[in-house]
C-alpha cells in the first residue's frame, strides 16, 4: 500500500524518505511542494528543484497523491461557497468557503463523514457516524479551495461536518501542517476547533499544549435545557466541561471561546444569562452568539427584539460579548446545516469552465 504524502507531518515524511538518506532540505522541499506549492501528482513533487534523483525514485515507488473529488460548487449571495466533496474512500463531505472582508479567505472543514453527537439542531446530527476523515481528506478540502481562490486563505476552522475532538489524532495532525511554515504557514491562532464537550480529548490538548484555539459550544448553562439540545450533556455533564473550560483558560492566559446559539423562546431569558454568570464565575470567557438555522422549522432564531434584551442580560457577566454571522443559510452552509445537500444559490463551474 502506498503512503500519500498529504498525510505525512513532516518527521514522518523524514522518516519515509529514510531509505534514500535525503538531506534535511530535500525533505522539506518535498513537504513543500505537497502542501506549500499544491503539487498536483507525485511526478510533480519530483521534478522540484532540490529533490534528489534517489529521492524521486523511491516517491514514484511508494507514494501517491489521492484527491477529493469536487462534486460541486455551490455560492450564496453573501459570499460563502460551499464545496461538496466525495471521497474515494467512502461518503460524501463539505466545506465552506467564508469570505473575511474582501481580502481573504477563512475555510470551515469537516471531520468526519456524518457526526455521533445528534445535536437536535444540527443537519449533520440527523445523518449519524459514518467514519472519521483521515488527515489528507482533512487537508485536501483545504487544498482544492485554495487552488481556486482570488484571496489569500488564511484560516481554518474545524466546524464542519463532524465533532473534531472525537478524530484527534488526524485533526490535531492537519492541524500541524496547516500550520507549519513550510505547510499552508496558516497562523495556529487562526486554526480553530469547535467542540460540543469532549471532555477527556480538552483535556489532553491543554496538556499537550497545543497552539490552536478552542471554541465551547455551550448553547445553555442550565443542564436540563442543554441536555435537551446537546445530548453530549449525559455523557459529560456541564459541570465537568467547565473545569475542563477553567483548566483551558488558565494554562491559555486568555479568554475562553463559549459558542452559544441562540434559540427563539428557549435560551435567551434572564435566568439563562445568569446561569452562565454563575456557571463561569472567575473563568475568563467571551461569547460568540450565533443564530440558530434549522431548515426544519423546530428551532426559530431569535427575534431582534428577543436578542437585544439578552445581550441587555448579558452585561451582568462583565464578558466580550459578539454575534457571529453564520452565512449562506439558504444553500445549506450555515452553521448546524451541513449535510451534504445540494439547493440554493448558484452552482459555480470549475476554473477551466468558467469563461
Not at 491559555?252 to 423562546?265: K, P, Q
Amino acid at each position: 500500500m502506498k503512503l500519500n504524502l498529504k498525510t505525512l507531518s513532516l518527521p514522518e515524511l523524514e522518516l519515509a524518505l529514510a531509505p534514500a538518506e535525503p538531506s534535511p532540505t530535500a525533505v522539506r522541499k518535498v513537504f513543500a511542494a505537497v502542501h506549500a506549492h499544491g503539487a498536483s501528482s507525485v511526478e510533480d513533487v519530483c521534478q522540484r528543484p532540490q529533490v534528489p534523483r534517489r529521492v524521486a525514485d523511491l516517491l514514484r515507488q511508494s507514494a501517491e497523491l489521492t484527491r477529493l473529488e469536487v462534486v460541486e460548487r455551490r455560492q450564496a449571495e453573501d459570499g460563502f461557497t460551499k464545496y461538496l466533496f466525495d471521497s474515494p474512500l467512502g461518503g460524501r463531505v463539505e466545506a465552506v468557503r467564508i469570505p473575511i472582508f474582501d481580502h481573504k479567505y477563512v475555510v470551515c472543514v469537516s471531520s468526519q463523514v456524518g457526526c455521533a453527537l445528534a445535536c437536535d439542531f444540527c443537519m449533520t446530527g440527523k445523518l449519524g457516524f459514518k467514519r472519521n476523515l483521515r488527515t489528507w481528506e482533512i487537508l485536501d478540502q483545504v487544498a482544492q479551495i485554495r487552488a481556486e481562490a482570488d484571496r489569500p486563505v488564511r484560516g481554518v476552522v474545524f466546524m464542519g461536518m463532524g465533532e473534531p475532538l472525537l478524530n484527534y489524532a488526524e485533526t490535531i495532525r492537519a492541524a500541524r501542517i496547516l500550520s507549519h511554515p513550510a505547510g499552508y504557514a496558516i497562523s495556529g491562532t487562526a486554526i480553530t476547533f469547535s467542540t460540543a464537550g469532549m471532555v477527556p480529548a480538552i483535556r489532553r490538548y491543554v496538556r499537550e499544549g497545543h497552539p490552536y484555539r478552542l471554541a465551547f459550544s455551550v448553547t445553555s448553562a442550565i443542564p436540563e435545557k442543554r441536555a435537551q439540545v446537546l445530548p453530549i450533556e449525559r455523557a459529560h455533564p456541564l459541570p465537568e466541561l467547565v473545569d475542563a473550560i477553567r483548566e483551558y483558560a488558565r494554562v491559555r492566559r486568555e479568554r475562553a471561546m463559549i459558542a452559544y446559539v441562540s434559540i427563539s423562546g428557549f435560551n435567551l431569558e434572564r435566568e439563562d444569562a445568569l446561569a452562565l454568570k454563575e456557571t463561569f464565575e472567575g473563568i475568563p470567557i467571551k461569547v460568540d452568539l450565533i443564530d440558530v438555522t434549522d431548515p426544519t422549522g423546530k428551532y426559530l432564531p431569535p427575534t431582534p427584539e428577543e436578542l437585544k434584551a439578552f445581550r441587555d442580560h448579558l452585561q451582568v457577566l462583565g464578558a466580550p460579548i459578539a454575534r457571529r454571522y453564520s452565512g449562506g443559510k439558504e444553500i445549506g452552509a450555515a452553521c448546524g446545516t451541513l449535510a451534504a445537500s445540494q439547493y440554493g444559490g448558484v452552482v459555480v463551474p470549475p476554473p477551466e469552465a468558467a469563461g
